[in-house]
Nanobody, 119 residues
Framework: QVQLVESGGQLVPPGGSLRLSCVVS????????MAWYRQVPGKERDLVAQ???????KYVNAVAGRFTISRDAATNSVFLQMNSLKTEDTGVYYC?????????????WGHGTQVTVSS
């Protein structure tokens, strides 16, 4: 069974911090690189941070130095610590594997969690 459950998004002022969480199906979590993706209205869903099973991390330039991705094998969870938030960080955040999970021949996504950075 495929499971991706994101949480932690909310409205925060610029300069604030948030920690996003995602619970993942064990079979997916244990064997895959995991990532956080962001989607804003009218644009594609873009990968912003990823972490391998060996905890090697990569970030897009726009979030490097401000966001930290981590994973916890005990709870099959992926986290995104977001600091020094900017208005352009606003969007719906999704976690998924790299490449994304396929279920019944289509990409599978959870509901995501809304992050809004605004004063």
């Amino acid at each position: 069974q495929v499971q991706l459950v994101e949480s932690g998004g909310q409205l925060v002022p610029p300069g604030g911090s948030l920690r996003l969480s995602c619970v993942v199906s064990e079979n997916i979590f244990r064997t895959n690189t995991m990532a956080w993706y962001r989607q804003v209205p009218g644009k594609e869903r873009d990968l912003v941070a990823q972490i391998t099973t060996g905890s090697i991390r990569k970030y897009v330039n726009a979030v490097a130095g401000r966001f930290t991705i981590s994973r916890d094998a005990a709870t099959n969870s992926v986290f995104l610590q977001m600091n020094s938030l900017k208005t352009e960080d606003t969007g719906v955040y999704y976690c998924n594997s790299v490449p994304v999970m396929i279920s019944e021949s289509r990409p599978y996504w959870g509901h995501g969690t809304q992050v809004t950075v605004s004063s």
